[in-house]
């Protein structure tokens, strides 16, 4: 058991960029989710997949940001157009039943 | 419209002391109480959970403690120790999906 892994850690770029981060959950963990951390807060929820169905996403997802999970393995989370407000960890985490959610160290977006 | 507060946002504790952290929920058909701990440049780490069907949960130095009618769960540490320093979050689901988070607590342990 290797953990969730996601990369890459840190991501610097221009505004107005895209940006990709790649998630690879516990294997055989069929519930995969995308949360976004700033500084002092707790994380907010982004997105949830079951297998490689998109179920449910946040308001705070807007059109700019999209994200995959080809063959209910590994997922994606693409931002487009990247502004300075992105700036923020993009965790993801991984599950086996609806409550036990393990997270990966995050990957650290800095929008300049 | 924030759906879990928790408190203190920072505690200081001497070694060997107690840290207490307290949560309040707004839902009553939340039905899972994590809490997570978190160093610096490190992901959430699940600590411990509790359901609303037992008042109390410990596991080693680590107990939830959980009200259901004030709506309110409790985290203590006992014997607190420097390696215990960081942030905690408690948590609630909200639906099945997915879970919603504190503000957070930084917690320093004082050798």
């Known amino acids: 058991d290797t953990g969730v892994s996601q990369n890459p850690r840190h991501k610097i770029t221009k505004r107005g960029q895209n940006v990709t981060f790649r998630c690879d959950p516990i294997?055989?963990?069929?519930?995969l989710y995308w949360y976004r951390q700033t500084l002092g807060q707790g994380p907010e929820f982004l997105t949830y997949?079951?297998?490689?169905?998109?179920?449910?996403k946040s308001r705070l997802l807007s059109d700019r940001f999209s994200a995959e999970r080809p063959k209910g393995s590994f997922s994606t989370l693409e931002i487009q157009r990247t502004e300075q407000g992105d700036s923020a960890m993009y965790l993801c985490?991984?599950?086996?039943?609806?409550?036990?959610?393990?997270f990966g160290e995050g990957s650290w977006l800095t929008v300049v | 419209q924030q759906q879990v507060k928790q408190s203190p946002q920072s505690l200081i504790v001497q070694k060997g002391g107690i840290s207490i952290i307290n949560c309040a929920y707004e839902?009553?058909?939340?039905?899972?109480f994590p809490w997570y701990q978190q160093f610096p440049g490190k992901g959430p780490a699940l600590l411990i959970a509790?359901?609303?069907?037992?008042s109390e949960k410990k596991e080693g130095r680590f107990t939830i403690s959980f009200n259901k009618s004030a709506k309110q769960f409790s985290l203590h540490i006992m014997d607190s120790q420097p390696g215990d320093s960081a942030t905690y979050f408690c948590?609630?689901?909200?639906?099945?999906?997915?879970?919603?988070f504190g503000q957070g607590t930084r917690l320093t342990i004082n050798p």
């Open positions: 985490a991984s599950s086996m039943d609806v409550n036990t959610i393990y």
């Open positions: 839902n009553t058909a939340f039905d899972y």
């Open positions: 997949f079951q297998n490689e169905a998109q179920l449910e």
């Open positions: 294997s055989e963990h069929n519930r």
């Open positions: 509790i359901r609303p069907d037992v």
């Open positions: 948590a609630s689901n909200q639906g099945a999906q997915k879970l919603v």
